[in-house]
């Protein structure tokens, strides 16, 4: 089993930065790999981003692709996501989740463990 807890959301105006971090317990952090999606109301879960448990492989989605940035510190266990550059668009619920499958990164189904959540708000 792995507890994630996410936090670090909050209300940021358009073009403003945020962290959001994932902590996690209760397994060995150091040979998971993480995913971040993220879920506005009435749409679909949607993957942002994701990273390898040695960090040397890293996944982004295209709308997020040079403005947001994963990266982990093992010691913490602890995977961070740096978000730049957000706009109204970005708005919405951060989850992290454990890649526990060998399918896609890409895809909310081949994760498990999922966080509460934390809430991204981007005023205009």
């Known amino acids: 089993q792995v507890q994630l807890v996410e936090s670090g959301g909050g209300l940021v105006q358009a073009g403003g930065s945020l962290r959001v971090s994932c902590v996690a317990s209760g397994r060995t952090f150091n040979w998971l790999d993480i995913g971040w999606f993220r879920q506005a109301p009435g749409k679909e879960r949607e993957f942002v981003a994701a990273i390898s448990w040695s960090s040397d492989a890293t996944y982004y989605a295209d709308s997020v692709k040079g403005r947001f940035t994963i990266s982990r510190d093992n010691a913490k266990n602890t995977v961070y996501l740096q978000l730049n550059s957000l706009t109204p668009e970005d708005t919405a619920v951060y989850y992290c989740?454990?890649?526990?499958?060998?399918?896609?990164?890409?895809?909310?189904?081949?994760?498990?463990?999922w966080g509460q959540g934390t809430q991204v708000t981007v005023s205009s």
């Open positions: 989740a454990v890649h526990t499958m060998s399918g896609s990164y890409y895809t909310a189904t081949e994760y498990g463990y």
